[in-house]
């Protein structure tokens, strides 16, 4: 019996005394468990609603408890000013009298749900209060906290460094600057609010960060140095950025993200081999932030992915997205990786995990609807076939440099047939590989929604490159991007090259017309971190548009009139719209001269407005008043300067 009491005693001493981790039986990594819980209104939430939510933290508190209240009103008042869509859940024990009455007094924007002790007893959340667990994508389990005062400090630390890694750089700085403002010696946080800014492209807020950081101390030096060396990077400083790397390894041997920034300085100095051992170590330090770990693996897969090794490249991938889950670059070149051994469904599948972390991915969303597309032709036999067949037949024209020229007569428009080709990728190291890829794929759709021009589809083409065993190096020449558009039977081709540079990306791209070789459109255009698609994709599209109408308008003739309406020989095949100006010409006398016969331009007599469209004809209208629409006479589409476009 005394053995038995003795036996009882240490294991209730143990029990009593051994260090708390908080949600004990609420590992990371694993689904949180479920509940459903009703608010003071009788208002049912179950956590399974908050399935498709990137980020949910669950807090339990006692309304009468001053210090678990602490991080939960710090919350609540940054949900509040910033509209961040972070989800929260204030669970507590309380008699819902009181709770009630707290909710009104603080404002809560987020519900507060009663529980008998149940859901509290498996979250291990009755002793010891507040506990937080921060749940991420599928509800998994990514951080855990116990306690109030420092622990809360290291709470509200950790979810500005979890906003940060979902690329919401005003609420981790609103966050960051919240704990810095309590505790101003909090150099983690100090240095998310540098890093956002850095993100931001904020260089000088960030710099000053970094130096305010160095200035505190032996760690504030060793961080702050990490941190502006981050900078300089950004700034293409990568000298100054090598150095600075160099005295964070020496002064703390066990950070990683030092050896990340040595690789990229060394990458964007083509030191490629001398990029990788620095990646390879970064993996094996231990010390870092967590919107830090994961970077390393993802630079290692990438350049795996580029030498072949797809196995390899899809290990680094996953370990990357293991430890950030908000890493949605890393499931993005999964899913290029898979493509690149036309593993179309598994692409697709890789694709639509990022869309779950970030639904607005443009990357994300662009490849999946291409990997639909493949997956569709691949289902469609018939099509497949064609394709198939279609591909075959370019092919061996290619390799012959047969080109079909036949056309038929010298001023009626034949449809615009345009290709875009991916465009060589340069420079530095980025977060994401298929830039190129997706640039072109979405450049296509937008060009084809126009109806001005047809775009050679992306399955075609990308069949016949793998056909041709052509890569974006092969690309890059002039000579094989006009040979590949003429096998096309395209008018125009779109081709060039992007540069990563530190801070931007540098696009370069040319048309090229496939029948004289001359070029009537240049641009070359920095790329901003958040502009790539919402604005300077448009502009390109734009652009080209506005090329196309103005160095070949459409032109045709009256084939039929009748009364204040003429049908004219084309239409929707050549891009004819509705509202589509054109010009009525009449031909002008030749003159004669020392037996020479010299031929001046067509006279514009009128101005046309398409009023219906079909697939091979138009109907047209004057504008301003009733004139004489005879048959055969030449129309030309207005230029845009003409039309004021």
């Known amino acids: 019996m005394r053995i038995n009491i003795g036996f009882l005693i240490a294991a209730l001493t143990i029990r009593l005394f051994a260090p708390s981790t908080g949600c004990a039986e609420v590992t990371i990594g694993a689904v949180a468990p479920g509940f459903n819980l009703k608010d003071v209104n009788g208002t049912s939430y179950s956590l399974t609603q908050m399935k498709d939510s990137p980020l949910t933290v669950i807090y339990f508190f006692d309304v009468e408890s001053r210090s678990s209240q602490e991080g939960l009103l710090s919350i609540n008042q940054l949900v509040t000013s910033s509209r961040s869509d972070l989800k929260v859940l204030a669970i507590t024990g309380s008699p819902r009298e009181k709770v009630a009455q707290f909710v009104k ?12 002790g149940q859901v509290r007893s498996e979250y291990k959340a009755r002793q010891i209060l507040p506990v937080i667990c921060t749940l991420g994508p599928r509800l998994k389990v990514i951080d855990l906290f116990q306690g109030g005062g420092k622990t809360t400090e290291k709470m509200l630390s950790r979810l500005a460094e979890r ?22 010696k909090n150099l983690d946080a100090r240095k998310v ?21 160095m200035s505190d101390g032996a760690e504030g030096e060793v961080q702050g140095k990490e941190c502006l060396a981050q900078v300089y990077l950004k700034k293409g400083k990568f000298d100054d950025a090598l150095k600075l790397a160099q005295e964070v390894e020496k002064a703390d041997p066990e950070r990683s993200f030092a050896h990340v920034i040595k690789g990229d300085a060394l990458y964007a100095k083509n030191r490629k081999s ?34 072949g090794n797809r196995k390899e490249a899809r290990e680094m991938f996953d370990k990357a997205v293991t430890i950030d889950p908000y890493y949605v670059e890393v499931t993005t070149n999964k899913g290029l990786s898979f493509e690149s051994e036309g593993k179309w469904d598994l692409a697709l599948k890789a694709y639509r995990q990022a869309l779950e972390i970030d ?37 061996a024209r ?9 056309q038929e007569d010298e001023w009626t428009s034949r449809p615009m047939v345009m290709t875009v080709i991916d465009f060589e990728e340069k420079g530095g190291m980025t977060e994401r590989s298929g830039m190129s890829a997706v640039f072109s794929t979405e450049l296509t759709r937008y060009l084809n929604a126009s109806g001005r021009v047809k775009v050679v589809e992306r399955a075609l083409m990308d069949r016949l490159l793998g056909e041709l065993n052509i890569g974006s190096s092969e690309l890059a020449d002039p000579a094989t991007a006009l ?21 931007s990306t540098a696009i370069s791209f040319r048309l090229i017309d496939t029948e004289t070789s001359d070029i009537p459109q240049t641009t070359i255009r920095q790329l901003g971190p958040t502009s790539f698609f919402d604005q300077e994709l448009f502009q390109f599209n734009r652009d080209i548009l506005k090329t196309v109408i103005n160095k070949y308008p459409l032109r045709g003739y009256i084939v039929k009139s009748a009364g204040n309406e003429a049908v004219i020989n084309i239409g929707a095949s050549q891009g004819v719209v509705p509202g589509t100006s054109f010009d009525l010409l009449e031909e002008t006398k030749p003159i004669e001269f020392k037996g020479k016969t010299l031929h001046s331009a067509p006279k514009v ?20 008043k009733e004139m004489n629409l005879p048959p055969e006479a030449k129309i030309q589409e207005r230029r845009a300067e003409t039309a004021g476009q």
């Open 105 to 116: 007094i603080n404002k809560l924007v987020f519900p507060a749900l009663l529980d008998s």
């Open 163 to 184: 906003e940060l890694q979902r690329k919401n750089s005003s609420m981790a700085k609103a966050i960051s600057r919240e704990v810095t403002r309590k505790n101003p």
């Open 193 to 213: 609010t540098a890093a956002a800014s850095t993100r931001d492209g904020d260089l000088k807020a960030a710099e000053a960060e970094c130096r305010s950081i």
């Open 274 to 307: 001398e990029a990788r051992a620095e990646y390879e170590k970064a993996t094996k330090k231990k010390s870092s932030a967590p919107y830090e770990d994961a970077v390393p693996y993802n630079r290692l897969g990438r350049l795996n992915d580029a030498a």
């Open 359 to 395: 639904k607005n991915d443009i990357y994300a969303v662009a490849l999946a609807r291409r990997a639909e597309d493949m997956l569709n032709l691949q289902k469609d036999t018939d099509r497949s076939k064609r394709v198939d067949q279609l591909v075959k037949d370019l092919a």
């Open 398 to 406: 290619f390799r012959n440099q047969k080109i079909d020229s036949r």
């Open 483 to 503: 040979r590949l558009g003429k096998i096309l039977a395209a008018k125009l081709i779109v081709t060039g090259s992007m540069i990563h540079q530190a801070q």
């Open 605 to 624: 007599i009128g101005q046309l407005e398409v009023v219906r469209v079909e697939t091979d004809l138009a109907y047209v209208k004057p504008v301003s």
